[in-house]
């Protein structure tokens, strides 16, 4: 055999010894898994875009250098004014475990959320200027509000607002402002509870918002940082919310204006804004 045909020959072991660690570590690599994927990176990019109701359909998908997923994302107005059509993101994560996304359209619920003072001490300005914008709309009206409480509670506590907080309607913030993209740590349980979500516990059985949100962060590692900061999120901020397991205020969509003047009546309410106004469906 001829130098030139060893040396061919070798090319072509190395590449194929090349081309095998590349299929194991695609096969093996962390987050690899569509389901895990799903889980951890869908969830992270509600958890920083408390602006949508953000909904997965049809799971992650595992190609040979790149794991993605397609989201559905809605306004929060979407239950009580149906016609509205949804919006789409992608999130994806490379070879090396680099995850990105689409942009997210902008919102008008961005500067509320970036000036949220929940858990900060009761306000009687920012109450008062609440309640005279409040007065201000039709009996019947249809809003989305968001409310800021004047002190963390947990989450059984929050019953004594008058909610019936079914699962689904648990829009929670779980921390004061977050550092890295200005906003409110956030979490939603998904459409019936957890189905609307890629979420580990299939059968629905946490029954509490934060322990599905303490369970969520519990997955992640440190190594996970940098792919969290891309979605404008802190690790280690998140993993303090976890701890803490505390509300820090809510989104509510409201059917009527006295619903409004009673929330901001009461004492562990700071304040709220009405961030979106609907109309009855037809």
């Known amino acids: 055999m001829s130098t030139i045909d060893r040396w061919a020959r070798n090319v072509v072991v190395v590449v194929l010894v090349l081309l095998a660690g590349m299929i194991a570590w695609v096969q093996f690599r962390p987050n690899s898994d ?11 990019a509600q958890v920083a875009n408390p602006e949508y109701r953000v909904s997965f359909g049809g799971g992650a998908e ?3 250098f790149r794991t993605s997923m397609t989201a559905e994302i809605g306004s929060h107005l979407d239950e009580i004014t149906p016609d509205r059509h949804p919006g ?17 359209p902008g919102s008008s619920l961005t500067r509320y959320l970036r000036k ?7 306000d009687l300005s920012a109450k008062k200027s609440a309640e005279i914008q409040v007065r201000s709309l039709e009996p019947e009206a249809l809003t989305t509000v968001i409310v800021e409480l004047a002190a963390p509670l947990a989450e059984e506590d929050l019953d004594k607002l008058g909610f019936s907080w079914d699962l689904e309607f648990k829009r929670f913030f779980l921390s004061g402002s977050q550092s890295m993209n200005g906003k409110p740590l956030y979490w939603w349980p998904g459409l019936g509870g957890c189905e609307a979500t890629i979420f580990v516990d299939h059968d629905c059985s946490i029954k509490s918002a934060v322990s599905q949100f303490r369970k969520w962060v519990s997955v992640l590692k440190d190594g996970d ?10 690790l280690r901020l998140l993993r303090e919310a976890a701890a803490r397991g505390k509300v820090y205020g809510f989104i509510a969509n409201l059917h009527s204006r ?4 009673d929330l901001l009546a009461k004492p562990e309410v700071r304040t709220l804004h009405i961030v979106e106004r609907g109309r009855e469906p037809e």
Do not use: C
Not at 225 to 234: I, P, V, W
Not at 258 to 261: P, S, T
């Open 225 to 234: 940082s940098a792919s969290l900061a891309n979605l404008g999120l802190d």
């Open 62 to 64: 595992r190609g040979l």
């Open 258 to 261: 006295d619903r409004a003047l």
């Open 116 to 122: 949220f003072r929940g858990g900060e001490g009761v």
């Open 88 to 104: 789409f993101v992608e999130i994806s994560q490379d070879l090396f475990g680099n995850t990105d996304r689409t942009e997210f």
């Open 34 to 44: 569509p389901t895990h994927f799903g889980f951890v990176w869908g969830n992270a």
